[in-house]
């Protein structure tokens, strides 16, 4: 949402600043999830795997992202994530009333 607030080079550091704390804060509690999933023997190949499925993604991301941004803009760009994340919440708001 910060990114849609302006396009000046202050609204994009404190855009990547804000996804590198939510990126960081993610990444680290579910690497302590995930590693207290599997029994001893099993952790260095369960997050062996899990480090190469998450780059991988993050790699076709990355490389994906440029041709998005050509073809759908700056604006379009930023409502996909925010119109997933409501729709993720909105999910889990009902699955909660259940």
């Given at each position: 949402m910060v990114a849609l607030s302006g396009?000046?080079?202050e609204h994009f550091y404190v855009g990547?600043?804000?996804l590198g704390l939510g990126w960081n804060f993610g990444f680290i509690a579910s690497t302590a999830l995930l590693t207290e999933t599997y029994e001893a023997h099993?952790?260095?190949t369960a997050q062996g795997l899990n480090d190469t499925t998450l780059f991988t993604a993050v790699?076709?991301?990355n490389?994906?992202?440029g041709i998005a941004y050509e073809f759908l803009g700056w604006?379009?760009?930023n409502w996909i994530p925010s119109l997933i994340s409501f729709s993720c919440l909105a999910t889990l708001f009902l699955?909660?009333?259940r």
């Open positions: 396009i000046s080079i990547l600043i804000l099993e952790k260095h790699a076709i991301g490389l994906g992202s604006e379009t760009m699955l909660h009333q």
